[in-house]
């Protein structure tokens, strides 16, 4: 692709080393830049603008489903995050404290939130009183800050960007079912948004939530075959209601513990857009989630003809509601190209002279780099398809690289095989030690335990001990 040669020269190649892709791809295609304190980035206009629509679809989402926003404050005063034993253990090391206001020492310690679970119950046990208070189906979008020692652009930093949903209830049934409707939620913003084929499934013992009974994920494959955990529901059950004495008189007039859930996705979701679509020219955005879905780029556009057309057209376009862009600055057609293909945008309309002598545009789709040449009546009719089958044809992508790179092994040598090669890996174990074993000889963790339980083996391959259950298994960021 010569017109992309000036913009790509300096993109490392996805197969020769996807680190250094994904981090070239994220400052080229201006998503964010770094600041002056490292694990903390600056997201810039482009890459905030996919976080608002993710942002937008999820909290239309959400509250179709009788979800509220609140705001919780910044800081947690150090007591109360000790009150639960589990959670403070969990999140002890990446905790960020205020000690001070640079004019006298505190008397207590703030920790700058690193989730909100415990503003949320202190919060509850002040308002709910009785089961016609529940159930309270309350959610946050907000920062978090967690001092990671090894950070990478939106897949993790030292602050990142998410909602938190937590809810509480009266029944463990009521706050099971919100735990699994919020997951399947997040598994359609998946297909309907992202074009990501989420895979969904409990967390092990090992990798659940500190604090939660039960925490559920969605998993996405990344294109090198790597997993990355993109979002997580986790049911509490009545472990945090008792630390913090959330109670409620029920129907029968008796005191009793709530139950409760939470549950978030975060700025991650950018990162795994950027990992399972993109290609050595740039991003490749599936279309209702990029910033723009329509690029004009007049061919000759001081030509009167050219210029009036191209103006009908984004009028046209902006009408029904797309997000579209002309531009027509004096930039050459082939730098505009190469500009919006390393953005992602998901169509480019080309408006020339010739073209317009038959009453047509040319329509280049950045998933395919297809060139159509369409009338320009036809336009606004034949678009919305259009977008519709690019979608679709990503989301089916996306689905075939999951599908081609799950595999279930029989044996552990099988199994060690299959995970050097990249992928989701199913294998039936005995429990944790098999889990941990695995980690030490592969660096595979636990991905998900599926709901559709199938045992491959009688005897687990790591440890000989009977299989208990069957994990999926990869190597994840």
Not at 314 to 321: E, I, Q
Request: include cysteine; glycine fraction near 6%.
């Amino acid at each position: 692709m010569s017109n992309n040669k000036k913009m790509v020269e300096n993109i490392t190649s996805r197969d020769t080393d996807f680190a250094q892709w994904y981090t070239d791809l994220c400052l080229k295609a201006e998503l964010m830049d770094y600041s002056d304190v490292k694990g903390f980035i600056i997201y810039r206009p482009y890459g905030y603008a996919i976080w608002e629509n993710i942002q937008k679809h999820l909290d239309n989402q959400l509250k179709e489903t009788d979800h509220q926003n609140v705001y919780m404050p910044l800081v947690i005063p150090e007591s109360l995050f000790q009150k639960e034993k589990d959670h403070v253990e969990g999140f002890a090391p990446e905790t960020a404290m205020i000690t001070t206001t640079g004019v006298e020492e505190l008397q207590e310690r703030l920790i700058i939130r690193p989730t909100s679970e415990t503003l949320f119950c202190t919060h509850y046990q002040k308002i709910v009183n009785s089961y016609r208070d529940l159930p309270k189906l309350y959610n946050q979008w907000c920062s978090v800050v967690r001092w990671e020692k090894t950070t990478r652009p939106f897949l993790r930093g030292k602050e990142f960007l998410w909602q938190e949903g937590h809810t509480v209830h009266a029944s463990e049934a009521e706050a099971r079912k919100e735990t699994l409707d919020i997951l399947e939620i997040y598994r359609l913003l998946g297909k309907d948004l992202l074009a990501i084929p989420f895979v969904t499934g409990k967390k092990t013992e090992k990798e659940k939530f500190a604090g939660a009974v039960d925490t559920y994920s969605i998993e996405a494959l990344m294109h090198d075959g790597q997993a990355l955990q993109s979002g997580t529901t986790h049911y509490f059950g009545q472990d945090f209601a008792k630390a913090f004495d959330i109670k409620f008189q029920d129907e029968n007039n008796q005191q009793q513990f709530a139950y409760q859930t939470s549950w978030g996705v975060s700025t991650r979701l950018i990162g795994a857009v950027i990992m399972v679509h993109g290609d050595d020219e740039g991003l490749v955005l599936p279309p209702y989630v990029a910033p723009i879905q329509v690029v004009i780029i007049p061919i000759q556009g001081q030509k009167e003809i050219v210029k009036d057309a191209s103006n009908k057209l984004y009028r046209s376009l902006k009408h029904m509601g797309l997000r579209v862009t002309l531009d027509d600055s004096n930039k050459t057609p082939g730098w505009k190209f190469s500009e919006y293909e390393m953005k992602g945008v998901p169509v480019r309309i080309e408006v020339g002279p010739r073209d317009l002598e038959r009453n047509e545009v040319t329509l280049v789709t950045r998933h395919n780099r297809e060139k159509l040449s369409i009338s320009l009546d036809d336009v606004t009719i034949k678009l919305p398809q259009i977008l519709r089958d690019m979608h679709d044809t990503m989301y089916q992508k996306a689905l075939d690289h999951v599908t081609n790179n799950t595999y279930e092994a029989k044996t552990y040598d099988e199994f060690k095989a299959y995970i050097k090669q990249g992928g989701y890996v199913a294998l039936s174990i005995s429990g944790e030690d098999a889990e941990l074993q695995i980690k030490v000889d592969t660096g595979a963790t636990a991905r998900v335990i599926p709901f559709d339980q199938k045992i491959i083996t009688e005897n687990c391959p790591v440890t000989g001990k009977k299989a208990t259950q069957t994990v999926w298994f990869a190597r994840a960021y």
